[in-house]
């Protein structure tokens, strides 16, 4: 499975910027996808993630702020972030939970897309 990110850049503090990661390959169905973030010197944290069953959660430093949305006809799953803060800046990661033609799930991280937050 391959994931192709784009939507990251250079926001100013209370901008927006909205991510997209399409997921390709071998893929039979999907259960989660979401979205996960790396500050330099930390570890990867989860800030959204959403169900097959609609269910979306988010961390609490996001909630109110960003928006996360799924098409799985397209494999596909979307990050709306909204007033963005310095502190958001950090490498931002998709995530899927695939199960194959085998019928055998996995876990897959796209690439990664660097989101800037500066005046």
């Known amino acids: 499975v391959q994931f192709a990110e784009s939507g990251g850049g250079l926001v100013q503090p209370g901008g927006s910027l909205r991510l997209s990661c399409l997921a390709s390959?071998?893929?039979?169905?999907?259960?989660?996808m979401g979205w996960y973030r790396q500050i330099p010197g930390q570890e990867r944290e989860q800030i959204a993630m959403s169900t097959s069953g609609g269910s979306q959660n988010y961390t609490d430093s996001v909630r109110g702020r960003f928006t996360i949305s799924r098409d799985d006809a397209k494999n596909a799953v979307y990050l709306q972030m909204n007033n963005l803060k310095p502190e958001d800046t950090a490498v931002y990661f998709c995530?899927?939970?695939?199960?194959?033609?085998?019928?055998?799930?996995?876990?897959?991280w796209g690439q990664g897309t660097q989101v800037t937050v500066s005046s």
């Open positions: 995530y899927g939970r695939f199960r194959d033609f085998s019928l055998n799930w996995k876990n897959y």
């Open positions: 390959g071998n893929i039979y169905s999907v259960s989660l």
